[in-house]
């Protein structure tokens, strides 16, 4: 259910995005994504703070962030409404308008692990951009390794 949700809501995105109107984007636009933000892992929780930021040269009306976690989280959680689960590993989410040389609000998740595990690697990545091109796709793609001592991993 929750996959054929997230399908629903990134195309209901998607169609906002490409519409005929006035806040139509036109194709080939260029934007340079980037998240930071820092990750910690204790107990049974896992910690992601996480800000994107547009460095132009247009505005984005819309965007998606994808957190894949290399264990499964534990059922049953809420997260933020501009989240949603992917499956038991992976949440997206969107991030609002960006506008070129501009940050989106801080996004804040704590998060069950459905074990508690030594480590967690996340996969921190832009899945969509409103059609826009994205020059320097490097600084919107991360792989961190977590370990669980509760410090915070900067990406």
Known sequence: MRKVLLGVVLAGVMVVGTGGGAGARAVGDEADLA??????????????????????????????????????????????????WGSDRVVVCRTGELRAAGA??????????????????????TMWLDGAVDGNPRNDRHRVLVLATGDPYVF
């Open 104 to 125: 989106a609000e801080e996004l804040a998740l704590e998060l069950r692990t459905a074990a508690s595990p030594d480590e967690v690697t996340v996969d921190i990545s």
């Open 35 to 84: 998240h930071h933000g820092h990750l910690s892992l204790w107990e049974w929780r896992i910690g992601v703070r996480l800000v994107s930021e547009n460095h132009g040269p247009s505005d984005v009306s819309q965007a998606t962030v994808r957190l894949a976690f290399s264990e499964p989280m534990a059922g049953g959680q809420e997260l933020p409404p501009s989240c949603l």
